[in-house]
């Protein structure tokens, strides 16, 4: 069974960074691919940013990109999202996922965390 744990949600006023990290074995890493998504009150769950299990590739969705970033701590088996210039539309509860495929349309996803909440006041 993989266990993803994620923790560094908070509030933050626009234009604010905040850094979230997701905790999983190594092994995880080296057979998933590893994304965060997000889910909005009242709206869908959707695709923010993905690293492929190699570790070579990354994938971001239009509304992030240049904004957030994703990677991987080998050191502390943990993959990381910093999200910079905040915008109060990033205000949602974000998840961790580990998943076979994760691209930014097409996604299958074997493992979710708890979620964190992120919140970005105006």
């Known amino acids: 069974q993989v266990q993803l744990v994620e923790s560094g949600g908070g509030l933050v006023q626009t234009g604010g960074s905040l850094s979230l990290s997701c905790a999983a074995s190594?092994?995880?890493?080296?057979?998933?691919?590893m994304g965060w998504f997000r889910q909005a009150p009242g709206k869908e769950r959707e695709f923010v940013a993905a690293?492929?299990?190699?570790?070579?590739?990354?994938y971001y969705a239009d509304s992030v990109k240049g904004r957030f970033t994703i990677s991987r701590d080998s050191a502390k088996n943990t993959v990381n999202l910093q999200m910079n210039n905040l915008k109060p539309e990033d205000t949602a509860v974000y998840y961790c996922a580990a998943g076979r495929n994760i691209r930014p349309i097409e996604y299958s996803i074997d493992y979710w965390g708890q979620g964190t909440q992120v919140t970005v006041s105006s």
């Open positions: 690293l492929t299990l190699s570790g070579s590739s990354t």
């Open positions: 190594r092994r995880t890493f080296f057979n998933y691919d």
